[in-house]
């Protein structure tokens, strides 16, 4: 890749013109993030505006709605600043200082996105359990519920730590002199 990239003259593209690329609505990347936020988005609006009927919200105190709501509502926020921050992607005057900032702000963004995630299934499983007696039968079906989330956390965080580690080669080969 080196040698092609170093043996063949490249059309020099400025740093605006990179940015118009990485905000068009055409940019095949964003196009998947903006259809996950909206599939994302719309199925916790619809878990919303049913789930005081549907999921005897009208039983349950205002901490326990609350808290659900809060719980949802936050992991909405977070997908849709993960959208906004994926638009902005261009931050340095060359490729190797944008890829070093934006490695940066993916582990954060990591972090963050594990964080979001770990309240919504707390908000949901305190919205589900609040005031419900456990038994033998109720505290296996909760260590399930528990395990499968925890497969979900470890699946979202084996996920970012791949996509890191490719940008952090990526730049890697683009610093070594050749």
Partial sequence: MKDLWAGQAMEE????????MIRKKSHPIL?????????????WLV???VYYSMFDGQMRPWVGNGVFIIGILQAIAFNISA?????????????????SRYIIELRKFK?????SRIIMMGAILFFFLYGLEMNTRRTFTVLFISLIFAGQLWFLQNQWS????????LKADFT???
């Avoid at 992607?89 to 200082?97: E, K, M, P, R």
């Avoid at 791949?162 to 080669?169: C, F």
């Fill in 111 to 115: 972090w963050i996105s594990l964080f």
């Fill in 47 to 49: 878990v919303l505006s």
């Fill in 31 to 43: 196009k998947k993030i903006s259809r996950q936020l909206a599939l994302e988005a719309g199925s």
């Fill in 176 to 178: 070594i002199p050749g």
């Fill in 83 to 99: 959208y906004l921050a994926a638009r902005n992607l261009i931050q340095g005057d060359n490729l190797v200082s944008s890829l």
């Fill in 162 to 169: 791949q996509k890191i580690s490719k940008l952090v080669r």
């Fill in 13 to 20: 593209k400025q740093k605006e013109v990179l940015a118009k």
